[in-house]
């Protein structure tokens, strides 16, 4: 495992084995569903593995190998700035969180930012610690002991004034709704929707016309 890192991982149904089309699964999930944070355009995002092309195997071992496969690329990532973590697991696959920690320092460092996280209850000096209080309570949600913690949503990289909005009526009167719901300004909500798309799309195509995993990684640090 951890071969995803340096080749672009084949179509998982042309796999031998159950740890190859896993491997396969997991990289393209994590290029598709975790790309921008991947090329440093987002600090953070979560997302589902769910494992489909493999037949074989039983749901106990689809667990182990997609735990197996989480710790590697986890290890391997935090070389380059990006870290990993499980959120939970559920039958076929795990519930998982990506994030950039220089680029939550950087949402830490603005005034506006600190006050609407000490208003929340979160730590809003520390990033690590703030990202650490949020796995926790992303944790408690999946596990059914907590609501969904919306406070998220500035480390998603939402607009500070939207998660607000959005947490005093459930986006009941965002004016435009794209990646988030915006409550502020509509232009720069819009261009931001448009060019978080057009990375997205870039992210893919480099993938898929053969740039590795690392490659992506080094350029988001960069």
Request: charged residues 25%; proline residues 3%; glycine residues 10%.
């Amino acid at each position: 495992m951890g071969h995803g890192l340096d080749v672009c991982m084949g179509d998982p149904r042309e796999a031998r084995t159950i740890e190859e089309c896993l491997e396969s699964e997991f990289v393209r999930t994590l290029v598709c569903q975790a790309g921008l944070v991947i090329s440093g355009h987002k600090p953070a995002a979560v997302f589902g593995f769910t494992p489909r092309a493999w037949r074989g195997g039983d749901h106990r071992q689809k667990r182990a190998l997609s735990a197996r496969l989480l710790a590697t690329y986890a290890a391997s990532t935090r070389r380059y700035g990006l870290c990993l973590a499980g959120l939970s697991r559920h039958a076929d696959g795990l519930m998982l969180l990506a994030w950039r920690p220089s680029q939550v320092e950087k949402i830490v460092a603005d005034a506006q930012n600190r006050a609407f996280l000490e208003s929340v209850g979160l730590p809003s000096e520390d990033a690590s610690a703030l990202m650490a209080e949020l796995v926790g309570r992303l944790r408690a949600y999946y596990a059914g002991r907590a609501s969904f913690p919306h406070e998220l949503g500035l480390v998603l990289g939402y607009p500070v004034d939207d998660v607000r909005g959005f947490m005093a009526d459930g986006g009941r009167g965002a004016k435009v709704v794209g990646r988030w719901r915006c409550y502020g300004n509509v232009e720069n909500a819009r261009r931001r929707f448009d060019e978080l798309a057009r990375r997205e799309r870039e992210c893919r195509l480099s993938y898929a016309q053969g740039t590795s995993v690392r490659e992506l990684l080094e350029m988001g640090a960069a």
